[in-house]
C-alpha cells in the first residue's frame, strides 16, 4: 500500500474527517487533500506527527501496509533476523520520538496528550465511546478559546493605555495643574505620556504576535461554539457598546459642566473625560474582538491567505500596493504641515502655549483623508480604466 491509500484507511479507521487531521496536525485541508492525491508529501516533522496520532511505524506508514502492522513486523523479525532486529528498533525508536514530539506539541498546544491514545482526543482515540464522559472529546482540543480571549485582552488593554496615559498627562497640564505651578508638570506630562505608550506597546506587540504565531500553528480550525456561545458574546457586545458610549457621555457632561459653571477649562475635566473614552475604548474593542473572533470560517480564510493558498489577483494586489502609497504620502504631507506650524508660526520661540494648542489638526485630518482615499480605491479597483 502507498502512503495515500494507508493515510485513508488511518482517517476511515478514526472516522476522522480531512478538517479534523489537519486541526491536529497543524496544516490547511487543502494539504490533506494534496497528501492524498499523491500530489504533494508531507515533510519529515508531519510523517513522524502523523505516526504518533495514529499509533503506527513510519516504515508502516510509507512503505507498508497500516492495516496489518503487527504481521509484518512479525515476519520480518522471524525471517530475517538481525536485520529485522534492526528495523524494529529503529521502528521503536522513531515512534518513541514521534510520541515525544507529540507530547510537547500537545502541552503547548492546550491538550494533554495521552501517549496511550496517540494523542488524540476524544473520538479520535480507537478505545473512545460517546457513552464514556472521561474520554468524550473538548470541543476545543487546540485551545483557540483561550487564546482569543488572551489576545482581544492584551489588544483592548494595550489600546486603553495609551489614551488613559493621555488622560493622566492632562492632571499636569500647565493651565491647571493638581500640583498648582512648577516646573516639573511638563515633565510629568511627557512621562505620563511617555510610559503610557510604552506599556500599551508592550500588551500591543507581544498580543499581536501571539496570534501570528498560533495562526501559523493551527491553519484550520474546527468551529467549537454553539448557537448559544455566539448569542451569550452578543448580549456582551451589546453591553461593551452601550457602557462604552455612556462613559464618554458622562465624560462630556464633565466637562462641559465643569466649563460653564466652575470656570475650568483645562486640567482634571479634561483627564475625566479622557480616562472615561479609554474605558469605552476597551469595552468595545475587547467585546468587538472576542465576538468577531467567533466566526471560525473568516480566520480560517485570513489563514489560508497568509500561507499562500489563496493568492491575490493582480488588480488587487495594486490596488493594495496604491492605497500604501496614497495614504503614506498623505500623513507625510500632514506631518510636514504639524511641523511647520510647531516651529515655524509666530510665538513659537516665546513658548506660547496658544501657538501649539492645533499644530496636532494635520494628523486626524491626514487619517480622515486616508479613510476617504482607502474607499475610493477600493470602490474603483476592478476598473483599472478609471
Known amino acids: 500500500m502507498t502512503f495515500r491509500t494507508n493515510l485513508q484507511a488511518l482517517r476511515a479507521r478514526r472516522n476522522m474527517t480531512q478538517e479534523q487531521l489537519a486541526m491536529l496536525l497543524g496544516v490547511s485541508r487543502q494539504a490533506i487533500s494534496k497528501w492524498e492525491s499523491e500530489k504533494a508529501y508531507p515533510e519529515m516533522d508531519k510523517l513522524l506527527a502523523?505516526?504518533?496520532?495514529?499509533?503506527?511505524?513510519?516504515d508502516d506508514l510509507v512503505l507498508g501496509d497500516v492495516t496489518r502492522p503487527a504481521t509484518g513486523t512479525a515476519d520480518a523479525v522471524n525471517v530475517t533476523g538481525e536485520g529485522a532486529d534492526a528495523s524494529a528498533v529503529r521502528n521503536a525508536v522513531d515512534l518513541s520520538r514521534t510520541r515525544d514530539l507529540t507530547a510537547k506539541d500537545d502541552q503547548a498546544d492546550g491538550y494533554p496528550g495521552d501517549p496511550s491514545s496517540g494523542g488524540l482526543p476524544g473520538p479520535f482515540r480507537a478505545e473512545s465511546s460517546p457513552d464514556d464522559d472521561s474520554t468524550f472529546p473538548?470541543?476545543?482540543?487546540?485551545?483557540?478559546?483561550?487564546?482569543?480571549?488572551?489576545?482581544?485582552l492584551m489588544i483592548a488593554a494595550g489600546?486603553?493605555?495609551?489614551?488613559?496615559?493621555?488622560?493622566?498627562?492632562?492632571?499636569?497640564?500647565p493651565v491647571n495643574s493638581i500640583i498648582g505651578s512648577s516646573p516639573f508638570n511638563d515633565l510629568l506630562m511627557f512621562a505620563c505620556i511617555g510610559v503610557g505608550t510604552i506599556v500599551g506597546l508592550a500588551l500591543l506587540i507581544p498580543g499581536g504576535m501571539s496570534h501570528v504565531v498560533f495562526a501559523r500553528r493551527h491553519p484550520y480550525v474546527e468551529d467549537p461554539y454553539t448557537e448559544d456561545d455566539h448569542d451569550r458574546e452578543m448580549r456582551l457586545l451589546a453591553t461593551g457598546i452601550v457602557g462604552g458610549m455612556v462613559a464618554i457621555l458622562v465624560g462630556i457632561v464633565v466637562v462641559v459642566y465643569a466649563d460653564d459653571v466652575l470656570g475650568i477649562a483645562a486640567g482634571w475635566p479634561n483627564a475625566v473625560m479622557l480616562?472615561?473614552?479609554?474605558?469605552?475604548?476597551?469595552?468595545?474593542?475587547?467585546?468587538?474582538?472576542?465576538?468577531?473572533?467567533?466566526?471560525?470560517?473568516?480566520y480560517n480564510r485570513a489563514a489560508e491567505n497568509d500561507r499562500g493558498e489563496e493568492r491575490r489577483t493582480e488588480q488587487q494586489a495594486f490596488?493594495?500596493?496604491?492605497?500604501?502609497v496614497v495614504c503614506g504620502v498623505i500623513m507625510l504631507v500632514a506631518t510636514i504641515i504639524a511641523l511647520c506650524l510647531l516651529l515655524l508660526m509666530p510665538g513659537a520661540d516665546a513658548g506660547a502655549w496658544s501657538v501649539f494648542a492645533l499644530f496636532w489638526l494635520p494628523w486626524p485630518v491626514g487619517g480622515m483623508l486616508c479613510g476617504i482615499a482607502a474607499?475610493?480605491?477600493?470602490?474603483?479597483?476592478?476598473?483599472p480604466d478609471r
Request: with cysteine; charged share 20%; hydrophobic share 50%.
Open 275 to 298: 480616562l472615561l473614552g479609554a474605558l469605552a475604548v476597551f469595552g468595545f474593542v475587547y467585546c468587538g474582538m472576542r465576538y468577531g473572533l467567533l466566526n471560525i470560517d473568516d
Open 138 to 152: 473538548p470541543r476545543d482540543p487546540i485551545g483557540y478559546d483561550v487564546h482569543r480571549r488572551r489576545f482581544a
Open 50 to 58: 502523523i505516526c504518533d496520532l495514529f499509533d503506527c511505524t513510519l
Open 159 to 173: 489600546v486603553a493605555t495609551v489614551i488613559a496615559s493621555v488622560g493622566v498627562a492632562n492632571l499636569f497640564d
Open 319 to 324: 490596488s493594495g500596493r496604491l492605497t500604501v
Open 375 to 383: 474607499l475610493v480605491i477600493w470602490l474603483c479597483g476592478d476598473r
